[in-house]
């Protein structure tokens, strides 16, 4: 139980911390390749979570800011970091598909 709590403790660290970065961010203090940073990993915390509609909007600011052109095609690790948001969010968008099917199962019966 202790391993659990202590397991517990540190996700819900990360994820404050990760939130903390989003509010410096968007206040300014943050540079556009850390903000898209803090969306890939708030898809993923959010993802690991099971907040799977969460996750995708996260990935999507992430992609989204790429697609401006706010963030340099060559920026150091963005292949990497592309390709790890582009999974969070086609597994999201299937995850709250099936979600959404089960309830609907759910329902008939």
Not at 24 to 32: E, H, I, P, T
Not at 37 to 52: D, I, K, N, V, W
Not at 95 to 105: H, P, T, V
Request: hydrophobic share 40%; proline share 2%; with cysteine.
């Amino acid at each position: 139980m202790q391993l659990f709590l202590g397991d517990l403790w540190l996700r819900l660290r990360r994820y404050d911390q990760a939130q903390a970065c989003y509010v410096r961010a968007l206040n300014g203090r943050a540079s556009g390749l850390r903000l898209c940073r803090t969306h890939a990993g708030l898809a993923q915390t959010e993802f690991q979570r099971g907040h799977f509609l969460n996750a995708r909007h996260y990935a999507r600011l992430c992609l989204e800011q790429v697609a401006s052109g706010e963030i340099p095609e060559d920026a150091p690790g963005i292949e990497t970091l592309l390709e790890r948001v582009v999974w969070h969010y086609e597994a999201s968008h299937r995850e709250a598909l099936e979600a959404r099917r089960r309830r609907a199962d759910t329902h008939i019966r």
